[in-house]
């Protein structure tokens, strides 16, 4: 157990590194889940476009849903977006910035999706078999077959078993084609890709330099702020529940034996100083709120009015009450009376 919250803690901690890990789990993942996948083509002119783009499309759209609902700041952002103005304004530039760092990490899995699903060709295969131009693998005998009836036979082209067409088109001639064009769209995607990511990476924080670290500064803030107060909350809520617990069994106890005195056993001072400074520290923690309509109403001004992001107004103070304090001392120097300086004889009897 000792093992599992120290993983957890350093996961808290690494936060950034762990969504890193995920993202390139979730990208293994959809390389994986599409190596298993039984590819089975409906090979109808009506259902072959459908099936195919389908399969090109749906699984990125769920994986993106995915690396949403797995990143832990999408509820900071909507907790950020929603909270009430209060003694804090909220930064639309900070909100843009953890909403494009979560968007950049959920692409990667759909990505990686469409570019195996590309280099692969099944559904590229699928569905544009039935609507491309195959003109050049038909045989020039059979050039007088319907629009209809050509479809069909091209509708049937993915699936080896049904195909029955061998003597009007070449079936390989023709998969090769399509799955040809099909790895140009995937390295095509890839550039790209690779491209915008370059772009979004490395030139914009050339552009907006200050405006780009500020932001990336306060969203660091926001999400530090959030789990400090969720940790506050939890060593609050320990901490009170423990003496909450300590005071209820010494109040049982005074009311079953009101009269019962125990002698006081010797050599165990170290042991109470320590269960002393144990009961002071839980104390501590309690930070003075000691009520549970105190507690609701900490937790209901935090939500509605966050405390303003202003810390030096406390040692503004005392640096103004040391300079008048300075000052008053050096005052108090010019205007003491010079002490006079008498000699005193002593004279011996003997």
Request: with cysteine.
């Amino acid at each position: 157990m000792d093992k599992f919250r120290i993983m957890v803690q350093f996961l808290q901690a690494n936060q950034e590194s762990f969504m890193n890990g995920i993202c390139g789990i979730m990208a293994l993942a959809s390389a994986q889940m599409y190596s298993s996948f039984e590819f089975t083509c409906p090979c109808l002119p009506d259902y072959n476009y459908a099936y195919g783009i389908g399969i090109l499309i749906v699984p990125p759209i769920w994986f993106f849903l995915l690396g949403y609902v797995l990143n832990n700041n999408i509820s900071v952002l909507t907790e950020e977006w929603k909270r009430p103005m209060g003694k804090r304004r909220k930064d639309p530039a900070v909100l843009r910035y953890m909403f494009s760092s979560m968007t950049q990490r959920a692409l990667i899995a759909p990505a990686v999706w469409i570019a195996v699903t590309l280099m692969d060709g099944k559904s590229f295969l699928c569905a544009f078999t039935p609507t491309a131009d195959l003109s050049e693998f038909v045989n020039e005998s059979y050039q007088s077959l319907s629009k209809n009836e050509l479809m069909k036979l091209q509708a049937r082209i993915p699936c080896k078993d049904v195909f029955d067409g061998h003597e009007i088109i070449s079936r390989e001639a023709a998969t090769r084609y399509i799955r040809c064009l099909s790895q140009a769209c995937g390295w095509t995607f890839l550039m790209i890709i690779t491209l915008m990511a370059f772009l979004i990476r490395a030139i914009r924080p050339c552009f907006t330099q200050a405006a780009f670290l500020k932001t990336k500064y306060w969203s660091h803030y926001v999400d530090t702020e959030r789990k400090l107060f969720d940790e506050t909350c939890k060593e609050h809520a320990k901490s009170f529940a423990k003496v909450c617990i300590q005071q209820y069994f010494e109040s049982i106890s005074g009311e079953i034996v009101p009269q019962l005195h125990l002698p006081i056993k010797k050599g165990k001072g170290k042991k109470d100083d320590d269960d002393g400074e144990k009961q002071k520290s839980d104390e501590e923690k309690l930070l003075g709120v000691r009520k549970e309509e105190d507690m609701n109403k900490v937790l209901w001004n935090w939500h509605t009015c966050k405390p303003a992001l202003m810390l030096n107004k406390r040692a503004e103070d005392m640096n103004g009450h040391a300079h008048l304090d300075t000052h008053s001392v050096s005052d108090e120097r010019h205007t003491r009376t010079p002490m006079k300086n008498t000699a005193v004889a002593y004279y011996s009897k003997v």
